[in-house]
């Protein structure tokens, strides 16, 4: 029997939870599919793609999204067009390897669709996100996308949760499959299991995965209820979010019981030596991270909301849940679940083992998605599907309006702006920036600051103020990330506080982000390269 040949748009080129989640199902889908992986650009996910002798093909693209509110017509635009001529250099590859079927793997961008409309080949979108809920995020082009969805040949959603809130949200149903996750990766036999008094949260470290709610609520726990329990939150992030992080349990006073660690390749053996996870994230599509630390033995307590409330249950027969954003509910929950009793306990891993083993097996997920294959292609003739007319053309006019619009920006003249890569590394090789800035402050006899825009620089500008002795007055940045729960911070659209000067940090847009800082009130503005006196 010939093997379905599929393209597989992966939205992302490094480790996570969705390219993994395909990996597995192709390893049982092994007799049944050729694969091939795109991926936007070169990464480390190439190192598990080959490990898995997955044949993948390198085509950039952008994503289809970005923050709430801060959609404009360029952004509409640079992604389309993007993500239509990501698709026309597509169009060799599929011809070439004879491809059955395309799956796009997230909804983030619009590769797939595209792909599919220029050469008739049947469409499958696997729907891993809950943009607005999950990320605080927005498709640039909404009506695009929903449009989209509404033409593909079959749409999966990773859980009920995420199919909710397409139909809500967008008016478009969808088949709910599981991921599949393999026992054998990450499963603790519980038969003599033990309960060190740890707490664990990993993930990427930002805002919306709720690291800084479990730093919190640690905080309670160790004042109110446990002084021997500990907490390490694993993962990396975006410096701002990381460095928060760890302000934070120093200005708590919790460095006795509570770490921030890098990223840990190995998190089956890490999760072995902990009794307890935290699953704290505004909103998980599915949570991955829920079903891998009920394999390997712990105790989840879980916010409750999106796909970690449906995984863990609202009888607490699988696991705690706790009323998202309120620490101390959750440092309660916390102390519950280290004062319950070891039957109850291992009772409770028992029924979430054997939720998930069910739930979540690998087999049953490969064999359903096969099914919807096989289904979409008996509905096809020749491997052709046919597109309404009408919408072809609305989607090829968009294009040509979208093309002509981009090339008359960027007919504007663009004055170079300094890459903030460069900068940064240039700051790093600063000697004595500590001693130049105490200089700075003390011959322009300055007593108070305020940052604008708290990325590397703004964290290092921080570190020495504070060290110095200079007040900070606050800290401001359009995506704080975590800044907010652990230093003064005032929003832009904030009313500021008076201080000396302000140092705006920001690297790209400096005159405009001057512009924007003095419509805030009377202040002085400086940069970094006049206080560390740059030539």
């Known amino acids: 029997m010939r093997k379905v040949k599929v393209l597989y748009i992966l939205h992302s080129s490094v480790p996570g939870g969705a390219n993994y989640s395909l990996i597995d199902m192709l390893g049982k889908l092994s007799e049944h599919v050729d694969p091939i992986a795109v991926i936007p650009r070169k990464g480390p996910f190439e190192t598990a793609l080959r490990d898995h002798g997955i044949a993948y093909h390198v085509q950039p693209f952008i994503g289809g999204y970005g923050k709430m509110g801060q959609t404009t017509e360029k952004k509409k635009a ?66 695009l996308t929903v449009s989209l969805m509404e033409n593909a040949d079959s749409i999966i959603s990773v859980s009920e949760a995420v199919r909710s809130y397409v139909l809500n949200r967008h008016g478009v149903d969808s088949i709910v499959i599981y991921d599949g996750i393999e026992k054998n990766s990450y499963y603790q036999n519980i038969s003599d299991k033990v309960f060190p008094p740890y707490f664990y949260i990993a993930g990427d470290i930002m805002e919306c995965k709720g690291q800084f709610d479990a730093i919190r609520a640690m905080k309670i726990l160790s004042s109110r209820y446990d002084m021997k329990s500990t907490l390490t939150v694993v993962g990396r992030g975006y410096y701002k979010s990381v460095w928060a992080a760890n302000k934070l349990v120093e200005d ?58 449906e995984i863990i249950g609202r009888d607490g027969k699988r696991g705690l849940l ?35 083993i069910k739930s979540f097996d690998t087999q049953n997920c490969a064999s359903n998605i096969f099914q919807i294959y096989q289904t979409v292609l008996s509905r096809t003739l020749n491997k052709k599907r046919e597109y309404d007319k009408d919408f072809i053309e609305s989607i090829y006019k968009k294009y040509e309006y979208f093309r002509t619009a981009q090339g008359q920006v960027n007919q504007e003249p663009i004055r170079k702006q300094p890459i903030v890569a460069d900068v940064n590394d240039r700051f790093k090789k ?32 921080f570190d020495i103020l504070q060290t110095i002795g200079i007040d900070i007055v606050f800290v401001s940045d359009r995506d704080p990330n975590g800044i907010e729960y652990a230093v003064r911070f005032l929003r832009p659209e904030d009313e500021w506080e008076y201080a000396d000067i302000v140092i705006n940090t920001v690297v790209n847009d400096t005159d405009g982000t001057d512009r924007f800082i003095l419509s805030k009130g009377n202040y002085t503005v400086v940069h970094v390269k006049e206080i560390l006196d740059w030539n």
């Open 78 to 143: 640079d992604s389309f067009v993007d993500n239509y001529n990501a698709a026309k250099e597509l169009v060799r590859l599929v011809k070439e390897k004879d491809i059955d079927l395309i799956h796009s793997n997230s909804s983030a961008n619009n590769v797939g669709a595209f792909l599919s409309i220029l050469t008739g080949i049947p469409i499958i979108l696997h729907i891993r996100e809950a943009m607005e809920q999950q990320f605080g995020c927005e498709y640039w082009d909404e009506d």
């Open 430 to 461: 600063t000697d004595d920036k500590a001693q130049s800035v105490a200089q700075y402050f003390k011959k322009n006899k300055l007593k108070t600051a305020a940052i604008y825009g708290m990325g590397y620089l703004g964290c290092e500008i």
């Open 252 to 309: 708590l006073g919790i460095g006795h019981c509570s770490q921030i660690q890098s990223f840990v390749n190995d998190m089956r053996s890490f999760r072995f030596g902990y009794g307890y996870a935290l699953v704290c994230s505004k909103y998980e599509a599915l949570g991955r991270v829920t079903v891998e630390a009920m394999l390997a033995g712990n105790l989840v307590i879980g916010a409750d909301t999106g796909g970690t409330g």
């Open 322 to 356: 706790y009323k998202y954003g309120d620490i101390y509910d959750l440092a309660e929950k916390m102390n519950a679940a280290l004062k319950m009793p070891l039957e109850t306990k291992i009772k409770i891993l028992k029924n979430a083992q054997d939720y998930v």
